[in-house]
Antibody, heavy 124, light 110 residues
Framework: QVQLVQSGAAVKKPGASVKVSCKAS????????VHWVRQATGQGLEWMGW????????GYAQNFQGRVTMTRDTSISTAYMELSGLRSEDTAVYYC?????????????????WGKGTTVTVSS | QSVLTQPPSVSAAPGQKVTISCSGS????????VSWYQHLPGTAPKLLIY???KRPSGIPDRFSGSKSGTSATLDIAGLQTGDEADYYC???????????FGGGTKLTVL
């Protein structure tokens, strides 16, 4: 079945980097955009950015510009999100999700398949 | 402060209907497509509505979406206790060139 399997929880020190993986199965990986969304405890969903696995084009939310990098390895149908310069406020559950495409009248923004989430804790 | 504005909470009795609003601007909702998600604690968000009013397969027709101008709404009819969750709207912002979510609405089924 169609699924996204994310890497396990991580604990990092302030200033470090974390790289979360998201392995796709059950569909053609390069046919769908991959988005990354996070949720800090008690907060709402926050969109971080997207990547087109075919072209490797990316777009990042302003809040993460300069700190986030989204990449992929098509040979293993896996997307990656690396966040650097971690601070305590980055403690959150990070989700990858499939979906969205550019149509004639703009971007169809939706995510129809989600990973189960990766908890990243930033603590000294 | 979210780009899209949702009420923090709504409530209704089982069997009733509830409406969740999502207000934006001409650079987001007014110009592109809206999606809606249900999020239960400890689980991944679930897509309920995409392209303003389309339901993915498996989503019951109790859930419906609409858009008018710079606002969108999610209607949930025939409320069930299992519908208690947080609900988020999302869309693309053409000025930010970014995806944006509303702040979320907590639904309580009394």
């Amino acid at each position: 079945q169609v699924q996204l399997v994310q890497s396990g929880a991580a604990v990092k020190k302030p200033g470090a980097s974390v790289k979360v993986s998201c392995k796709a199965s059950g569909y053609i990986f390069t046919n769908y955009d991959v988005h990354w969304v996070r949720q800090a405890t008690g907060q709402g969903l926050e969109w971080m950015g997207w990547m087109n696995p075919n072209s490797e084009n990316t777009g990042y939310a302003q809040n993460f510009q300069g700190r986030v990098t989204m990449t992929r390895d098509t040979s293993i149908s896996t997307a990656y999100m690396e966040l650097s310069g971690l601070r305590s406020e980055d403690t959150a559950v990070y989700y990858c999700a499939r979906g969205g495409f550019w149509g004639g009248s703009g971007y169809h923004f939706y995510m129809d398949v989600w990973g189960k989430g990766t908890t990243v804790t930033v603590s000294s | 402060q979210s780009v899209l504005t949702q009420p923090p909470s709504v409530s209704a009795a089982p069997g009733q209907k509830v409406t969740i609003s999502c207000s934006g601007s001409s650079s987001n909702i007014g110009n592109t497509y809206v999606s809606w998600y249900q999020h239960l604690p400890g689980t991944a968000p679930k897509l309920l509505i995409y392209d303003n009013n389309k339901r993915p397969s498996g989503i019951p027709d109790r859930f419906s979406g609409s858009k008018s101008g710079t606002s969108a709404t999610l209607d949930i009819a025939g409320l069930q206790t299992g519908d208690e969750a947080d609900y988020y709207c999302g869309t693309w912002d053409t000025s930010l060139i970014a995806g944006v979510f509303g702040g979320g609405t907590k639904l309580t089924v009394l």
